[in-house]
């Protein structure tokens, strides 16, 4: 398998797969789901919920059969850190996904993955099956009478929206992705209604990692509310984009100095649905408390037309919202075409501030995760760069 990208060391390259499945099946499933808790280990798909009180609540529900999947839809635009993940460290998230199943008493795993990383399936089928072979899954795992659990690898067909954990679900069954109403949760009614965990690619090879080196170990990296490590793509104007670890913490400068972006005119943290950070706040966080991230990392250098930036997230949107719901659905497109005025020099300031609070509406009244961000970049943009926003063309007579 080729990876191409630039990195720095990664925590998994120094973890030897069934390590931490042999720690696992050491302890009761409550056990391993005490030392996930511990560890404070939060979702590294955006949301950062902590997983294991995700764990804890699929364990604690009923259900006839429990299902374990993980989300390697990855579609965030300037994301690419699962694909790496993947490709060079699969054993350690087919591992995750084991513990997760001896923690929630599940038998039966689905990853669900981007359709455009078809081009890796038949590597994570040769994992797989290694992994059948040396008893790491299938019937009694690694000798443990009963724990019987498998895995098997779905394909995406290329909406955004089905990176939602509840429009996977429903793509998962066969149809077509939208978002479910939440309550209730996945963990109560997932897959076919039954019990369900969802995990991003990265959480699940964190929670080997864990089981392998001790929630404390895990704890003592990153911050109070942001524990341990976290995987970046880090892409833009910089000098080695790539996919790079930095403990959760690391303030946007030392980021940028470790990948030559130091000239850089503003960061947008989290991919499309994240917020644009201008240089004068480089010094600020990168960690759930301060500037949160499913690890998009996006360097704008100082040529950069911000207008054309939020442009290109808010045609971004206005392709990928499912339809279902008039805050996303029409938002994204007033926004656009507010957008478009700007380009035109016709936006007056008071419209601007119109569509801003169109925005907040936006992330107030959405239904699902896709429309309540979507909004955040531009609202930061104008935020940030009104200046380069209204002084780009001619303003109309009734500019105020
Ligand atoms: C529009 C949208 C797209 C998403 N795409 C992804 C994705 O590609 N991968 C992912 O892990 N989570 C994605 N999420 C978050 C998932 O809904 C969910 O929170 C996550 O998979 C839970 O895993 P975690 O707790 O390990 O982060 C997306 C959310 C939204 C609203
Ligand atoms: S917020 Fe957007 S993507 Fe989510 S349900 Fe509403 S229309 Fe669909």
Redesign the pocket.
């Known amino acids: 398998m080729i990876t191409t990208q630039n990195t720095n060391k990664l925590t998994y390259s120094t973890i030897t797969p069934k390590i931490g499945l042999t720690s696992a099946l050491s302890k009761t499933p409550t056990e391993v789901i005490d030392v996930i808790i511990a560890s404070q280990l939060k979702g590294r798909g955006g949301a950062g919920f902590p997983t294991g009180m995700k764990w804890k609540f699929a364990a604690d529900s009923s259900g006839d059969i429990k299902y374990v999947i993980c989300n390697a839809d990855e579609g965030e635009p300037g994301t690419f850190k699962d694909r790496l993940i993947l490709t060079d460290y699969a054993d350690l998230v087919f591992e995750g996904m084991t513990i997760g199943a001896y923690a929630i008493g599940s038998t039966h795993g689905l990853l669900y993955l981007r359709g455009e990383y078809t081009y890796m399936r038949s590597h994570l089928e040769k994992v797989l099956a290694d992994r059948r072979k040396n008893n790491l899954l299938g019937k009694d795992i690694c000798g443990k009478k009963g724990f019987n659990f498998d895995i098997e690898i779905r394909m995406g067909s290329g909406a955004y ?1 089905c990176g ?1 954990e509840t ?1 996977l679900i429903e793509s998962l069954e066969g149809h077509r992705g ?2 479910r109403n939440r309550p209730p949760f996945p963990v109560d009614t997932g897959f076919f209604d039954q019990p369900s965990i969802v995990n991003n690619v990265e959480t699940f090879a964190w929670a080997t990692c864990i089981c392998a080196k001790g929630a404390d170990w895990f704890k003592s990296i990153g911050t109070d509310k942001s524990a341990g490590p976290k995987i970046f793509s880090i892409s833009g104007d910089c000098e080695k984009p790539g996919v790079y670890e930095f403990p959760f913490g690391v303030s946007i400068a030392q980021l940028l100095k470790e990948v030559g972006g130091t000239n850089a005119k503003a960061v947008q943290v989290g991919g499309a649905s994240g917020i644009c950070v201008p240089a004068s706040e480089f010094n600020r966080k990168i960690a759930f408390e301060d500037v949160p991230t499913g690890g998009s990392i996006i360097i704008f250098g100082q040529h950069r037309d911000m207008l054309q930036v939020a442009k290109n997230f808010m045609e971004f ?1 206005v392709e ?10 029409d938002g ?1 497109a007033v926004i656009l075409r507010g957008i478009e005025m700007l380009e035109r020099g016709e936006c007056t300031t008071k419209y601007l501030e119109e569509l801003c609070a169109l925005g907040e509406t ?1 992330q107030l009244a ?7 961000s ?1 909004p955040n970049a531009f609202i930061s943009i104008v935020k940030n760069f009104k200046n380069e926003l209204m002084g780009r063309a001619p303003q109309c007579a009734c500019h105020e």
């Open positions: 929206v939602e429009a939208e978002p949107f990928e919202s499912c339809g279902q719901c008039t805050p996303c659905r994204n936006m959405s239904k699902c995760g896709l429309g309540q979507s």
